[in-house]
């Protein structure tokens, strides 16, 4: 996407990847019925950032929203999904690593009762993959699927059962309002 799309002389990425015979490349910036394409990758760099610790991402995704933070304000309902992912910077959702093999029942279940509620800025990562930001430094317990939920950088005990981990998810909800 950034080595296709991305403007090297701008802000943002353009909606073609400059392979076809345009007199101008479009690029939008509001969202419609459906996301702009900038919408989309500044929403997918940011939540890239988290998943990967690699701030590099984020720092792709900050120049579209700096450029566009007073026209957020001003109209709102033009800016949806671009919204979304400012949220999704700003606010503290919850982190959650579930180490072990996603096809397992037991990662299954734990899945499940992620999905049960409401977080919209959740960062979720589900595999053995140790490369992976969330999953460095994490084990299986007793060689289950388990389950870690962080919050500002602050992580509740590892958890094997579903009904462990609805615990852990229950207070988070509770603390931020959601449910």
Avoid at 11 to 19: K, L
Avoid at 42 to 58: C, D, F, S, Y
Avoid at 108 to 117: I, M, S, Y
């Amino acid at each position: 996407m950034i080595e296709q799309f991305e403007d090297p002389n701008g802000i943002g990425f353009f909606m073609t990847n400059g392979r076809e015979a345009l007199i101008q490349q479009p690029k939008e910036f509001y969202d419609n019925a459906t996301p702009s394409g900038n919408s989309v990758a500044v929403h997918a760099l940011l939540r890239l950032a988290k998943i990967t610790g690699n701030e590099g991402w984020a720092g792709k995704a900050l120049p579209v929203l700096k450029a566009l933070v007073s026209m957020m304000a001003r109209h709102p309902a033009a800016f949806g999904h671009l919204l979304g992912a400012l949220d999704l910077m700003l606010a503290n959702g919850p982190e959650i690593a579930i180490v072990g093999d996603p096809g397992d029942e037991a990662a299954q279940a734990l899945l499940r009762e992620v999905f049960r509620r409401y977080l919209p800025n959740k960062v979720l990562v589900c595999g053995k993959d140790e490369s992976l930001f969330l999953l460095k430094d994490r084990t299986r317990i007793a060689g289950r699927a388990t389950a870690y939920v962080c919050l500002d950088q602050i992580c509740q005990a590892p958890v094997t059962s579903a009904s462990d981990l609805s615990l852990q998810l229950d207070r988070i909800c509770d603390s931020n309002g959601t449910s």
